[in-house]
Structures are given as C-alpha cells and as structure tokens.
T-cell receptor, first 113, second 112 residues
Framework: NAGVTQTPKFQVLKTGQSMTLQCAQD?????MYWYRQDPGMGLRLIYY???????DKGEVPNGYNVSRLNKREFSLRLESAAPSQTSVYFC????????????FGEGSRLTVL | QQQVKQSPQSLIVQKGGISIINCAYE??????FPWYQQFPGKGPALLIA???DVSEKKEGRFTISFNKSAKQFSLHIMDSQPGDSATYFC???????????WGAGTKLIIKP
C-alpha cells in the first residue's frame, strides 16, 4: 500500500505565485489533515476535513485554502505565496477522531523567495 | 492558544543508555497523549499513546509515564540504539472535540 502520497516533494516559488499541494490516501480513511512543520515549532494544523464534503480551519489557516476533492484526495492551495509560508507541509489521514492514529505522507518542502 | 511544552530540544545519549523526553500541558481536561517518531525525510509515525486513566504504558523498550497531578508525561527509551535516532513529538488534546496540540519536538541522537 502506498499510504499517503504527497506531490510535489519539493517546490520553489517566488513571492506572489500560487500553487497547489496534492495529497491522496488509499486507506479508505474518513479524515484528512494538512500540517506545516517549522523548526522549533512542532506541527501546526492548517486545515482538516473530518469527512468527505467538510473542511475546517486549524490553528494557522491564513493564506491557505483547501479542497476535499473526494474521499481519497485533499489539496492545499496557496493563492499568493509569502516567504512566511516557507515550510515543510505534511498531509495526514486517519479513520476519524483525534485519538485515531495519524498516517502521514513524506512531506512537501516549499521555499518561497 | 493552549500549549504543550516539550523538553529538551535536543538530546545525545550513549548506546545502551536511557533516553528521557518530557512534556508538560496546561490543564486537566487534556485526555489523550501520543508520542510520534519522525526519521529524516519522512513523516511522523505513531510510536505509543496513553490515556490519563493509567500512569504508565510500556511497549518494548518504549515507556510512557504519566503524572496527572503534575500535568506531565514522559517518553523513556530503554537500552537506546542508534536506530532510535530521530525526532520525537509529544501531542495532546484538551478534549474529544479538539484537534491535537503538538510539542516542538526533540531531536535524539544515539551515539554508538
């Protein structure tokens, strides 16, 4: 099983450019999440989707939008990238609920110049 | 924003030694305490988790110790091995309707 697959793995953007990070899971999970990881700050939740058709803001949603395309896919969009969005982004999924084990992708490293 | 404070930020332990990582949280409503392990270039993966109705949980060389009155929980790695070198994150949540709150992470290096 592939688990959680993220694309692209690396991306360099200029300030103001837009891009979409793609995430797909093949575990039939109900819930999907987008986190960002910055040195010394742990993981911070950007958006999550508890089930197909729903999305909710996390701790740091500003500057991002998400789409739960179907049960498998959850995308994260940066409409106008800023240097503060330079980070490693992780998509995760689980069966549902915050005590369910989170399964993470391998991350997408984004640099905004 | 409620927080969980993780320490130390980095830790070097000799092979065969005990690695100890600590996390402190803010209020007694927190009710689930997982630890995740992350290797370089990979996403975090669940290592072990505990609920506040028990004071300790052991899985192989990994043990979570929980002190409800002190609002602290710790990860102990016995007989630490070079393959345990990774970044470890604690997490918790202030109740079932809330998302996980993560510690800042501890980079553990086990020296051969």
């Amino acid at each position: 099983n592939a688990g959680v697959t993220q694309t692209p793995k690396f991306q360099v953007l200029k300030t103001g450019q837009s891009m979409t990070l793609q995430c797909a899971q093949d575990m039939n999970h109900n819930s999907m999440y987008w986190y960002r990881q910055d040195p010394g700050m742990g993981l911070r939740l950007i958006y999550y989707s508890a089930s197909e058709g729903t999305t909710d803001k996390g701790e740091v949603p500003n500057g991002y939008n998400v789409s739960r395309l179907n049960k498998r896919e959850f995308s994260l969009r940066l409409e106008s990238a800023a240097p503060s969005q330079t980070s490693v982004y992780f998509c995760a999924s689980n069966t549902g609920g915050t005590t369910g084990e989170l399964f993470f992708g391998e991350g997408s490293r984004l640099t905004v110049l | 924003q409620q927080q969980v404070k993780q320490s130390p930020q980095s830790l070097i332990v000799q092979k065969g030694g005990i690695s100890i990582i600590n996390c402190a949280y803010e209020n007694t409503a927190f009710d689930y305490f997982p630890w995740y392990q992350q290797f370089p270039g990979k996403g975090p993966a669940l290592l072990i988790a505990i609920r506040p109705d028990v004071s300790e949980k052991k899985e192989g060389r990994f043990t979570i110790s929980f002190n409800k009155s002190a609002k602290q929980f710790s990860l102990h790695i016995m007989d630490s091995q070079p393959g345990d070198s990774a970044t470890y994150f604690c997490a918790t949540r202030p109740g079932s309707n809330y998302q996980l709150i993560w510690g800042a992470g501890t980079k553990l290096i086990i020296k051969p």
